[in-house]
């Protein structure tokens, strides 16, 4: 199935054997049309975009073709809604898995059901159009790309979601997909970030692994996250087989309803954790784990950890929960280093093993999988790591002392400036102080701030910048002329 981007406008359809030709009823100008895309919906219909590049055609035609016949879906705007004539423009439109047709105009979106349009005005925060893609999930959810991000839209709110690493990140995105998981798979091609990403988040979600209690009943969890918003909710199932042993037609005719108690504001999972695994000296079946956990915007309530032969593997020590030694940490604030060891595991004397931990905030969303290894039978050294400096920025020729917090400082660690080691004072394992002179700040610019922790492990931690600002203080003399008149 295809159409064609020349004078005139023709469906094409290919059934394996012979070429059909359908060409479209009162469109004119067709040679200023753009093809924005041909979708089929379950009942056979074809339904096809169109986008004009001349200010003397509409700007968008969606049409229809089914049994042969034509008809245009071309929406007719709310006045309060379309200010210019380029907000009319069809950016994009998929189906619904329900066959609805959802479609993206520069103005918002677009929901056709039941013969007639519904709009709904995009958000502030989408400053540009739709750059790449537009997908309706298992549970209506709309999710599209824009210049300002992936956003999505549940019938009465939007959200954005992108990394904090980039105010930008959907620039030049190419396409949107969904996976059967309900997890959002993005190509972007902007050359600063171009590459593959995958955005998850708990709408469309498969439910877990679960079991069967009896031959009819069969028993999972799904837990309710910040990003299931409250409302209506459909379970479909999928892939089963019925008593014959024929694959079964999917059932979705099962709702039920989410609700729950207060408010959550928090959407976002919380940054990475802070983790350092170590072997104990002769004891190959202990791991010594350091950890710390935290959320700018809400409490951190759960860490769960997991042992394993490779980076976020569970084959020696399933996920366990550490809930009592983390809750109620507090928000924007620096998370105390907390331990735990776990022991009995029989590993293999010198052989590398991995830990891997999350942590979860009050919204119910996990934190991306950090990972560590530690060789079974040695102690190690953490690497240490920066969170803050005290001050961030100096003048020149100043003496001062530099605070660093962070995680994995020790007692032997070494503050480097450029490279270079500085007196060092160990206050605890998340803050350590640097005596620096007026001879390392004698010229302006930026400097490299890094700690040392030796061997074995260790390592130097990733630089912070600290910046050397201000004029230089002048000596010297100084000469002074005083007009004077001769009498």
């Known amino acids: ?37 041909v979708t089929v919906s379950p009942d056979g219909a074809v339904w096809v975009g ?20 034509w008809t245009s879906l071309t ?30 105009f520069g103005a918002g979106l677009g929901h056709y059901v039941g013969g007639s349009w519904q709009f709904f005005q995009r958000p502030t925060t989408w400053a540009m159009g739709l750059s790449g893609g537009l997908v309706v999930d298992a549970l209506g959810m709309v999710w599209l790309t824009s210049y300002d991000g992936l956003f999505s839209f549940d019938g009465s709110v939007w959200r954005n979601y992108k990394p904090s690493s980039s105010s930008s990140f959907m620039f030049g995105s190419n396409a949107l997909m969904l996976d059967n998981d309900g997890h959002k798979w993005l190509s972007v091609s902007d050359p600063s970030r171009s590459g593959l990403y995958i955005f998850r988040d708990g709408y469309g979600s498969a439910v877990p692994t679960g079991q069967w209690l009896d031959e009819y009943t ?8 910040a990003l299931i918003t409250r409302g209506p909710k459909r379970l479909t199932i999928t892939g089963a087989n019925a008593s014959d042993g024929r694959p079964a037609a999917d059932n979705n005719g099962t709702t ?8 959550v504001s928090d959407r976002t999972p919380p940054p990475l954790p802070y983790l350092f695994a170590s072997g104990l000296d002769g004891d190959t079946g202990t791991v010594h784990i350091t950890y710390a956990a935290s959320d700018a915007e809400s409490s951190v309530d759960q860490v769960r950890y997991a042992i394993g032969s490779a980076p976020e593997a569970i084959d020696i020590v399933g996920w366990t929960a550490l809930t009592p030694s983390i809750t109620g ?36 969303l996990w934190s991306a999988v950090a990972s560590s290894a530690f060789v079974a039978g040695q102690t190690t050294n953490p690497r240490a790591y920066i969170t803050a400096l005290s001050p961030t920025t100096v003048t020149l020729n100043t003496s001062f002392t530099l605070t660093l917090t962070g995680y994995g400082f020790l007692s032997t660690s070494t503050v480097l400036w450029n490279g270079q080691p500085r007196p060092t004072t160990y206050v605890s394992a998340t803050e350590l102080k640097a005596t620096i002179s007026s ?15 030796p061997a074995p492990g260790g390592g130097d931690a990733d630089p912070a910048t600290l910046t050397i600002s201000g004029q230089p203080a002048t000596g010297g ?7 004077f008149v001769r009498r």
Request: charged share 10%.
């Open 439 to 453: 001879t390392d700040t004698a010229s302006a610019g930026t400097v490299s701030i890094s700690v040392r922790n």
């Open 477 to 483: 003399n100084i000469k002074c002329y005083l007009p």
């Open 50 to 69: 169109l986008q004009a590049n001349s200010p003397t055609t509409p700007l968008t035609m969606l049409l229809r073709f089914a049994a042969g016949a």
């Open 1 to 37: 199935m295809g159409i064609t981007q020349t004078e005139p406008v023709k469906l094409y359809h290919f059934d394996g054997t012979s070429w059909t030709t359908h060409v479209p009823d009162g469109v004119t100008g067709s040679n200023m049309l753009t093809a924005l895309g």
């Open 256 to 263: 039920f309803t989410v609700d729950y108690a207060g408010q």
């Open 218 to 225: 069969y028993q999972a969890e799904l837990p309710i996250t």
């Open 329 to 364: 940490l507090a928000p924007a604030t620096l998370a105390a280093v907390l331990n735990t060891s776990r022991s009995g595991l029989g590993l293999t004397t010198g052989s590398t093993y991995y830990v891997s931990l999350q942590a979860r905030n009050s919204g119910g």
């Open 75 to 104: 929406p007719q705007f709310p006045a309060s809604m379309v200010q210019y004539p380029s907000q009319a423009s069809l950016l994009g439109f998929t189906l619904a898995p329900d066959g609805t047709l959802w479609a993206c």
